[in-house]
């Protein structure tokens, strides 16, 4: 693999330890900041609206220069917003540092996807995709338990500057690692939204947002549901949330080498799977063991449709992809938001605090319905090219003409 790659996924362990730290720290900001748990949310909530409108409008925003000089504005578009954060004097200004950071989330995974995707040869696009990715799932195993910790004990401000000095080395891995690959010839932003009129690349999307929704229905409410029901200390969430994270690391890598050998079977696999331990996770919330794993089982299936499901969207777009593939990081996204409200809407309903795990198989089996289609309705495309190949019939002009007697 490529050098490139490893900065590729320094600059996402940065962006994934700052979307995912603030959880760990809302307690602390409310508290400084003088306002309530559910407007501290906001920080959360603001970050990933600002994913989903930035990824596009960065994209768009970047079209006349090179993918290398993208990356590196991006990564200084994300070190300014979390010192921006880190600074703050009202909650506000906070708020702000946050949309500004997550603008170039989007856009940093989308790019960074093509990049990877180049970078190597066909075979290896998914892995490769999957590499940088592995930042971002690390990031949830180690950044996000440390920059808790420091905030803890020294204060959330400082966990932001050292965010903000990750984004910095992840800025000079890629000015240095990273080669200038030239643009394609003749690509212009027409052709880019052209894309969004592929009925495959919206399907993939559709996929993406159902998906990886389903398991953020579960993990939004990871610790009621550990406390309440499975019986945990309030303390034993960062552990489980380690597991979830090395679940995700083992999926996204997994997920990555299959892919490139079977993406659609992959994609059922994943899909169905987390569909069942989901539902499952009704019943295995009530008991420790069971709960814990269930909660890794989660990480590892739902990160192990991400390489696919991108690779899909740079597949199905491969003219222009670079749009798609940002607009695609905004829908896990769309996705982990409309899971979040739906699983609160289930829980304030009554039905307790495992009633957003069967949101979240419904949307992973929603998704899985999606993928059949999309196979079904790609088999249907190729069919009569296939029938006409297979019969050996000759094109028009080549026919000879019949004998006149």
Do not use: C
Request: aromatic share 6%; hydrophobic share 60%.
């Amino acid at each position: 693999m490529p050098l490139a790659l490893l900065a590729l996924a320094i600059g996402a362990f940065g962006i994934g330890t700052t979307e995912f730290v603030i959880m760990g720290l809302l307690p602390q900001v409310a508290g400084d900041f003088d306002v309530s748990i559910p407007t501290a949310g906001l920080l959360v909530t603001g970050y990933a609206l600002g994913v989903v409108v930035g990824a596009p409008l960065m994209t768009v925003l970047g079209q006349r220069i090179t993918r290398k000089r993208m990356l590196m504005l991006l990564m200084g578009l994300f070190i300014v917003g979390n010192l921006i954060s880190a600074v703050a004097p009202v909650f506000g200004v906070m708020l702000a540092g946050r949309v500004v950071a997550s603008l170039a989330h989007g856009a940093f995974f989308g790019i960074g996807s093509v990049v990877a995707a180049e970078l190597v040869a066909p075979e290896k696009k998914a892995g490769a995709i999957a590499m940088m990715f592995t930042g971002l799932t690390v990031a949830n195993v180690v950044g996000v338990p440390l920059g808790t910790l420091v905030g803890q004990a020294i204060g959330w401000r400082v966990t932001f500057v050292i965010v903000a000095a990750l984004g910095v080395l992840g800025l000079a891995g890629i000015a240095k690692l990273v080669p200038d690959l030239p643009k394609p010839e003749g690509v212009r932003l027409r052709d880019e939204v052209g894309a969004f009129r592929n009925v495959q690349v919206l399907l993939a999307m559709a996929m993406t947002v159902l998906g990886f929704g389903g398991v953020f229905a579960a993990i939004t409410y990871i610790t009621p549901m550990m406390t309440d029901v499975a019986g945990y200390a309030e303390s034993s969430v960062t552990w489980l949330l380690v597991l979830f994270g090395l679940g995700m690391v083992a999926g996204n890598l997994i997920g990555g080498k299959f892919a490139d050998r079977a993406l659609m079977p992959m994609l059922y696999i994943s899909l169905g799977a987390l569909a069942v331990v989901l539902a499952l996770f009704t019943v295995t919330a009530h008991n420790k063991v069971a709960a814990a794993v269930s909660v890794m089982l989660i990480g590892a299936l739902g990160f192990a449709t991400v390489p696919p499901l991108q690779k899909r969207v740079l597949d199905q777009a491969s003219a222009a992809p670079t749009l798609a593939s940002a607009a695609n990081i905004g829908a896990f996204n769309l996705g982990n938001a409309l899971a979040a409200w739906l699983g609160g809407i289930v829980i304030s309903s009554g039905f307790g605090y495992t009633a957003p795990n069967w949101v979240g198989a419904a949307l992973a089996a929603s998704a899985l319905g999606l993928a059949v289609l999309s196979a079904a309705l790609e088999r249907r495309s190729t069919a009569p090219s296939k029938v006409v190949a297979a019969a050996g019939v000759a094109p028009a002009a080549e026919v000879p003409a019949p004998a006149h007697h």
